[in-house]
């Protein structure tokens, strides 16, 4: 009888998890060092740190979300003035806009009664003052001048004569603005200024008026500083120029 050994390989797998597993822990280990040097590092990093952090939220206003302003504004000038020849009113003194943002308001005129288009004298400038025909050139217009001269020289008075021109006739003879304005009265004009902005990101419109807008108001920095109704003069005097100077010739105030 042959006897044989045979040997049997078992093989045990580790379980996954096990109840003493589950109950462990872990924590980290904190080892505190008395370093002037190392302590000193530490500072400087949370310094860097903080210095950051303060620019970036509150120099740039990161922690704020921006958007582009829709604004549109709409003035409105209103007044009469009168003169010794006629009465001035909103439809004579005011002028399309001239730029963005603006409004204009005529406070002088140099007036030239009863023109028509014809020949004429010219005004007695330097170059336009001649002696004969051969002094004028046909054709020829100067930046200066009120028309195009004809090449005939004749007079403009008793003692001087001038080229003709086509032009309005009779040319404007005065170059000056007449002193004091002829619309001084214009500083009490006032001008009603309407302003809407919208933020479309934010779905968020408001204006400058309120619902209990009074339209009979004038704004004034105490009695009614949210009036969008201003005096011109106030405008002018908040700009630190005097009212009855500037209407003499011309001024750009910009109130927005």
């Known amino acids: 009888q042959r006897e044989g050994v045979f040997h049997k390989r078992v093989s045990t797998m580790p379980a996954c998890c096990s109840l003493k597993n589950v109950c462990e822990y872990e924590t980290s280990k904190v080892v505190r060092i008395q370093s002037v040097y190392y302590g000193s590092i530490k500072w400087a990093i949370h310094s860097v740190v903080f210095l950051y952090v303060c620019i970036v939220l509150i120099a740039d206003r990161r922690y704020q979300k921006r958007d582009a302003v829709i604004s549109s504004v709409h003035t409105k000038v209103k007044g ?114 309407k302003n809407n902005i919208h933020f479309a990101k934010f779905n968020y419109t408001t204006r400058n008026i309120s619902p209990e807008f009074n339209i009979s108001c004038t704004y004034n920095r ?35």
């Open 80 to 193: 009469v003035a009168q003169t010794e020849q006629r009465i001035w009113d909103t439809a004579e003194y005011t002028i399309p806009m001239q730029g963005i943002d603006s409004f204009f308001v005529v406070t002088n005129i140099i007036m030239t009664e009863n023109q028509i288009q014809g020949l004429c004298p010219e005004f007695p400038l330097r170059k336009a003052i001649c002696s004969t025909d051969r002094s004028c050139t046909k054709g020829r217009m100067d930046p200066q001048s009120n028309g195009i001269q004809t090449g005939r020289c004749v007079k403009y008075n008793a003692t001087v004569k001038t080229c003709e021109v086509a032009a309005w006739c009779p040319v404007e003879f005065i170059k000056s603005a007449p002193t004091p304005a002829i619309l001084r009265s214009a500083e009490n004009f006032t001008v009603l200024i």
């Open 222 to 256: 105490i009695s009614a500083p949210h009036c969008p109704i201003f005096r011109l003069g106030d405008i002018l005097q908040a700009a630190g120029e005097n009212f009855s100077e500037v209407a003499i010739q011309v001024c750009d105030i910009s109130p927005f």
